[in-house]
């Protein structure tokens, strides 16, 4: 069968969740493939060139996925659906958050969301400047977020040995506050990040003054 960016990306992203970011090679994607490695480096340079093009379909799967109907008329309210659209997709791939920090979108999908965005927001009495502050904090905190999230839970149905809270509670038994501390920085992912992204906006406004 014929190979395309397309199926080497599609195929990048279901071995990524077996295999991780660190054993994603473009060796491997062309043995699950059944061909050539260097037969994927006519469509792509390196593996960077692939994780942009996997970072592509993740935020499109998004766009499909996660975010459907229309956007939210409030600019809190876009931040919000789309930074909680964010880290579910995230979540759906081992190594989610590390595949997409950094990456370079190939196409311009996302300019549009973006552009209505930016309306939004200056719409409300943001200059340009203090918009993309705003969202790239809000993004920042997603992004770190997920990937502290991915350390201790690499799948959502899955957790490395060394993080059981009742054992750091036992072993920090002499600092109570602190071994206490654990049930919530080592759980209740979704509610601490929902609190989180509300404390980011409840800052942008009162930082820039605008409800």
């Known amino acids: ?57 993740m935020y499109r799967r998004m766009l499909d996925e996660d975010l459907p109907g229309p956007a939210p008329e409030r600019w809190q309210d876009q931040l919000v659906a789309y930074n909680s659209a964010l880290r ?30 930016l309306r939004t927001m200056a719409a409300a009495g943001f200059e340009l400047w203090q918009a993309v502050r705003a969202g790239t904090t809000a993004y920042a905190y997603t992004m770190g977020f997920v990937t502290e999230e991915q350390g201790v839970q690499p799948m959502p149905d899955e957790r490395r040995d060394g993080f059981d809270i009742g054992e750091r509670a036992d072993r920090m038994a002499a600092y109570p506050l602190a071994a ?32």
């Open 1 to 57: 069968m014929k190979i395309d960016r397309a199926r080497v990306a599609d195929t990048g992203l279901r071995l990524l969740n077996e295999v991780g970011l660190d054993g994603l090679t473009l060796r491997a994607i062309a043995r699950e493939l059944d061909v050539k490695a260097p037969a994927l480096y006519w469509h792509f340079k390196d593996k960077q060139a692939l994780l942009d093009e996997m970072a592509t379909v």
């Open 88 to 117: 579910t997709a995230l979540l759906r791939y081992r190594d989610g958050a590390k595949v997409y920090s950094g990456a370079r979108f190939t196409g311009t999908d996302h300019a549009d969301g973006l552009e209505s965005h």
């Open 180 to 211: 206490a501390a654990g049930a919530e920085i080592f759980a209740r992912y979704d509610e601490r990040f929902e609190d989180g992204l509300r404390l980011i906006v409840a800052g942008i406004e009162a930082r820039y003054g605008v409800g």
